[in-house]
């Protein structure tokens, strides 16, 4: 059996200050977990929350990262810089990093192949859309996002990696998916990979769930054959509800 791997995303919440409150809350609620607890901050929260969560249960992991080591992209962040202060994970190619800024499949590889690189664990999202879901497109989609967006990774690479599936139109409103629909599209992502890695890496890989999970809803979803952990938006900014989801699964 599989542990879980429970990601909070925070998103662009939380200054110094809130990130120290809420970490430093959260520490002793997840402490006798057997999950692993990871939580993804805003750039700015990195070394706080690295030095705050040393020596306990919690990793964390940044938003995104540029495949490039150094050079002129204003605004980008290399994954060097992350290892060299302690961060361990990376989410890429989130819903909201491809709708708002542009990402596609070639870039989310491209960032993923950096951060594996230099040792980073990156947590891939991937998704549909309500309409594409509705006019009978779900499939095709996830298979265009894992084909195309894991084009180059190699079957030790995908050892390092996990999988986010988030269907855009549970992500941040409240509607989640049902156990059986996530369940079911997480079984069908990972077919996909099995196609190309065989069975054996594929029953290996962890493929979370994400979409308004919370503290009400976790249990039943984290009890699915195929979930293999969250990723969790909204209610991991708030460290009773990310560590009841974190504890909802002995
Ligand atoms: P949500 O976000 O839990 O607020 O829906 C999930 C995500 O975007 O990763």
Not at 11 to 21: D, F, H
Not at 165 to 179: F, L, M, N, S
Not at 185 to 209: P, T
């Amino acid at each position: 059996m599989k542990n879980k791997i429970i990601a909070g995303n925070w998103k662009m919440n939380k200054n110094r200050v809130e990130a120290e409150q809420l970490i430093t809350e959260l520490i002793p609620l997840v402490a006798d977990s057997k999950n692993t607890v990871i939580i993804c901050v805003p750039y700015t929260d990195l070394c706080k929350a690295v030095k705050l969560t040393k020596g306990t249960n919690i990793h964390v992991g940044a938003q995104n990262c540029h495949w490039k080591e150094s050079g002129a992209y204003t605004g980008e962040i290399a994954p060097s810089m992350l290892t060299e202060i302690g961060v361990e994970y990376v989410v890429i190619g989130h819903s909201e990093r491809r709708t708002y800024f542009g990402e596609t499949d070639a870039t989310v590889l491209l960032r993923t192949k950096a951060a594996l690189a230099a040792g980073l664990k990156p947590i891939v999202c991937i998704g549909e859309t309500l309409e594409e879901r509705n006019s009978g497109n779900m499939e095709n989609v996830l298979r265009r996002q894992v084909v195309e967006g894991f084009k180059d990774i190699t079957e030790a690479e995908l050892n390092n990696v996990i999988v986010a599936y988030e269907p855009v139109w549970a992500i941040g409103t409240g509607v989640t998916a049902t156990d059986e629909q996530a369940n079911d599209a997480i079984k069908f992502v990972r077919s996909v990979f099995a196609e190309k890695y065989g069975k054996k890496a594929a029953s290996a890989l962890y493929i979370q769930y994400g979409g308004s999970m919370n503290d009400a809803n976790a249990k039943g979803l984290l009890a699915m054959s195929d979930i293999d952990g969250g990723l969790i938006g909204g209610a991991s900014l708030v460290a009773t509800k990310f560590s009841a989801i974190v504890n909802s699964h002995k």
